[in-house]
């Protein structure tokens, strides 16, 4: 694993001069207390670029020792290239396929269970997966229902064939694309292109925050229950959670209805705020890095986002 988060501060004091919030309302409603913005010339390439290095020198690896690059990601450099080309070239992973995945703040989860799913077909045999996101770039910061909540950040993971019997145990995704415009950019698309709306198009991320709540809790701990299932395990297994870190109370809820007590949930929501697909990969690296994790601990991964996505994974450590 490797991660990486920028050096710059955006502080609950610091959004009271933008919006009209309080840092007792963001506190207390969300967990946040400051999250990570870019500097102005930091792309999320630069991010992931750098995650994934920190991820290969842990791995002991090389850039062209990968055969499969997944970067996940709503906040790609260009529209074209992919992002995963554009960290492919600066990383110098000349051997490797690149492609997206988009699925919002479940993308790492759902590169993870892509990864799982073309090694054990034989396709590829070491796979790096990245969750980037830039959101400070999609985020309007006079909408105080969305800009307490962003920030920026990178996380990777490289996977590799093994016959071991630890690693990916158990994976789970689904997405409801009924529910789309819970969470979206309204226009700059092809429905609706830019050239079309003057100059007067709904660019930034927009969020029913409510209802994305509702079903957030609902998934994950449905999700979760399927990959513990499926691993044979029961609740109790769990030695650890890493969530999704979107709101503090959606994840003491589901937490609460799996019946796993929040001393086995690792939080840095307080520090880094939601980075979508780099939240699970960053707050994964830090656990690891931090010596709390030990051999053979289970650790429980779930995500929601955008789509609507969601997804979960069970890994032996
Ligand atoms: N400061 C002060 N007041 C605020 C703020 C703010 N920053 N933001 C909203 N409010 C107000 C609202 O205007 C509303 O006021 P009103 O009652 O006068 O209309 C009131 O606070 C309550 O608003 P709610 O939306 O009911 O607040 P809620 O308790 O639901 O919290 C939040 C809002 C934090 C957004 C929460 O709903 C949430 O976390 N939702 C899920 C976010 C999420 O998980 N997103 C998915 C991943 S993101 C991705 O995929 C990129």
Known sequence: MGSYVPSRRLTNSDLEKLVETSDEWITSRTGIKERRIC???EAASDMAVAAAQRALESSGLKPEDIDLLLVGTVTPDFRLPSQACMVQKKLGMVNAAAMDIVAACAG????LATADAYIKAGQFKRVMVIGVEKLSSITDYTDRNTCVLFGDGAGAAVVVAS???????????????????LLWIPDGGTERPLQSLNGQGRVYLEMNGSEVFKHAVRQMVEASEKVIKEAGLTPADVTLMVPHQANIRIIQSTAKRLAISM???????????????ASVPIALDEVIKSGRVKRDDIILMTAFGGGLTWASALIKW
């Open 163 to 181: 016959d071991e019997e630890r690693g990916i145990i158990s994976t789970f995704l689904k997405s409801d694309g009924r529910y789309g415009e």
């Open 39 to 41: 500097g102005e010339n």
């Open 263 to 277: 001393e086995k949930v690792y939080l840095n929501i307080d520090k880094v705020g939601n980075t979508s697909s």
């Open 108 to 111: 790492f989860l759902h590169g």
